[in-house]
C-alpha cells in the first residue's frame, strides 16, 4: 500500500557554518539577547538538539530547553507574550497554534525537517481519503495543515501509550510521517496500522553493522536509541525513547559508558545531568553510508546566537498560522496534552471517534 506513495525527493541542506566567535564576543552576544528578551517580553524555548549556547542561554533566562511534547506544553503555560522557539518549523508553527494570540519568533523560518518535508499536504490527504475507517494520527514533525487532517497528534514521548490506547480501543490507525517509529509502536502494542514512508535523515543514518562492532569494543556501555532509527538499530538499543527518556536513562543507568543514536546536540544536557559518564556517539559510517548529516541536524543547526540576537532586534521570521487554521489543528494537539496530563493522573481517556 505505501509503496504506491511517492514522497518528494528531500533536499538536506548543508550544515550552516556560523562565523567561529571569542567567549567575549558570545559574552557580548549573549547579554543582548538577555536585554533584548526582557525588553520583548519575551522567552526562549530550546531544542535539545540546537547549539548549547542557546541550549543554557534558554535555561539561563527562564525558559526552557527540552523535547518537542514539553515545548509545546511550556509555552502554554508561560506568560510571556513573544515565543521565541529555536528548534525547526514544526516546533514554532505548533507553539502558534496553542498560543494563537501570542508573538511566535524563530532564528530561520528555513529551519524545516525531513519528516516534515516529505509529507505534503495534498498527498496525505488523499492518503487519509482513501482510509476514511481509519484513525488518523500524525507525528508533531509536520505541517499545521497535516495535523488539522489529523485526529491525533503525537511526540516521541507520547506515541506509544497513544497507540496502545487506541489499540485497545480496536481502532485501525493510519500512521504518518515517521516510518520507522510507527513500525516500532506497532510493534510494541500490535496495532492495526498503516504507514506513511517517511524518515528522519538524520537518524536513518545510523549503522546497524558498525554500531555491533562498536558495542562489542565496548560492552559495558548502555545503548541509546531514539526510535527515528532504524529497526536494526532500535533492535540493539538498552533503551528506546523521546531525547527527554535518553538524557534521563544517561542519569539513572548505572552504566559508565553510553552509545547514543540521536543528534549530537543532545550531548549538552547529557553532560549536565551525568557530569562523570563517558558518552559515545552511535556510528554513522559503515555499510551504506551517507553522511549528509553525521548526527547532526542541518536544519536545527540554522539556530544560532546570531540570528536569534537578529530576530529579537528585528521582529523578524515570525511563524504566522491563520486563527482558523490553529483552530482546527488545535484538537488534535491538545487531545495530545490532555492524554499526557490524564496519563500522569491516571485517568481513564476517551477518543475522537467516541468509543
Ligand atoms: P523529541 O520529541 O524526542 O525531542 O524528538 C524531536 C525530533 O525532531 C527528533 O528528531
Ligand atoms: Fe526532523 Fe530528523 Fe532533524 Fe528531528 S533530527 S528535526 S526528525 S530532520
Redesign the pocket.
Known amino acids: 500500500m505505501t509503496d504506491k506513495i511517492h514522497i518528494p525527493n528531500v533536499v538536506v541542506p548543508p550544515h550552516p557554518e556560523w562565523p567561529k566567535l571569542s567567549e567575549a564576543e558570545k559574552a557580548t552576544l549573549k547579554e543582548k539577547i538577555k536585554r533584548l528578551l526582557k525588553k520583548q517580553d519575551a522567552v526562549l524555548v530550546a531544542h535539545y538538539?540546537t547549539d548549547s549556547a542557546l541550549q543554557n542561554l534558554a535555561e539561563e533566562t527562564g525558559g526552557c530547553v527540552a523535547d518537542s511534547l514539553e515545548m509545546a506544553r511550556f509555552g502554554t503555560t508561560h506568560k510571556a507574550s513573544t515565543l521565541v522557539v529555536a528548534g525547526?518549523r514544526f516546533m514554532g508553527e505548533t507553539s502558534k497554534i496553542l498560543n494563537n494570540e501570542k508573538r511566535v519568533l524563530m532564528p530561520d523560518l528555513a529551519a524545516t525537517?525531513?519528516?516534515?518535508e516529505g509529507c505534503p499536504y495534498e498527498l496525505f490527504a488523499s492518503f487519509c481519503d482513501e482510509h476514511p475507517d481509519h484513525t488518523v494520527v500524525v507525528y508533531a514533525?509536520t505541517s499545521a495543515r497535516v495535523k488539522a487532517r489529523s485526529d491525533w497528534v503525537v511526540t516521541s514521548g507520547i506515541a506509544l501509550p497513544i497507540i496502545r490506547h487506541l489499540a485497545e480501543k480496536g481502532e485501525k490507525i493510519l500512521w504518518g510521517p515517521d516510518r520507522h517509529l510507527g513500525h516500532y509502536v506497532q510493534k510494541l502494542t500490535g496495532a492495526e496500522m498503516i504507514f506513511w514512508p517517511g524518515s528522519?535523515?538524520?537518524?536513518e543514518e545510523f549503522r546497524a553493522v558498525a554500531l555491533e562492532r562498536l558495542r562489542k569494543v565496548h560492552p559495558d556501555a548502555a545503548v541509546l536509541v531514539h526510535p527515528?532509527s532504524t529497526e536494526a538499530v532500535i533492535a540493539q538499543a538498552d533503551v528506546v525513547g523521546s531525547t527527554t527518556a535518553l538524557i534521563e536513562a544517561v542519569a539513572k543507568l548505572p552504566n559508565r559508558e553510553f552509545i547514543v543514536a540521536t543528534?549530537k546536540g543532545i550531548f549538552n544536557k547529557m553532560r549536565q545531568v551525568a557530569p562523570g559518564k563517558i558518552l559515545l556517539e552511535a556510528p554513522t559510517v559503515g555499510e551504506g553510508a551517507t553522511c549528509q548529516s553525521c548526527a547532526y541536524?542541518p536544519?536545527?543547526g540554522m539556530n544560532s546566537l546570531q540570528n536569534l540576537a537578529e530576530v529579537l532586534e528585528s521582529g523578524k521570521n515570525e511563524v504566522h498560522v491563520s486563527a482558523e487554521l490553529a483552530e482546527k489543528a488545535r484538537i488534535p494537539i491538545r487531545r495530545m496534552l490532555d492524554f499526557a496530563e490524564n496519563l500522569k493522573r491516571g485517568v481513564c481517556i476517551s477518543s475522537p471517534s467516541g468509543s
Not at 113 to 116: A, G, Q, W
Request: aromatic fraction near 12%.
Open positions: 538538539y525547526v525537517c525531513s519528516l516534515d514533525n528522519c535523515v538524520v537518524h527515528e543528534d541536524c536544519w536545527m
